[in-house]
């Protein structure tokens, strides 16, 4: 962020009185920045299999009071009573 700022600074403070097309590249290359960063931020691990999650085959996932967190393979955990 801190490139991006000192780009558009650096463009309309300096660089547009030796040269405009200059610092409106400048600018054009501050304005990409931080779409491209985010892009490239946000991209996805190769180990990551979220789309495989066993939970997703639930077949009763849509039915009222079913809690599609906790899915029915899993057993709940015995209490030991007083």
Same mark, same amino acid.
Do not use: T
């Given at each position: 962020? $801190?490139?991006?700022? %000192?780009?558009? =600074?650096? !463009?309309w ?6 040269? +405009? $097309?200059?610092?409106? %590249?400048?600018? =054009?290359? !501050? ?7 985010? +892009? ?15 939970r ?20 709940p ?5 007083p």
């Amino acid at each position: 962020m $801190g490139v991006c700022l %000192g780009l558009f =600074v650096l !463009a309309w403070g300096v660089v547009r009185f030796f040269s +405009v $097309g200059a610092a409106i %590249g400048m600018c =054009v290359v !501050a304005m990409v920045i931080p779409p491209l960063a985010a +892009v490239f931020a946000n991209k996805r691990d190769p180990e990551d299999d979220w789309w495989r999650d066993p939970r997703w085959d639930d077949p009763r996932w849509d039915q009222p009071g079913h809690d599609r967190d906790k899915p029915d393979h899993e057993r709940p955990e015995k209490r030991e009573g007083p």
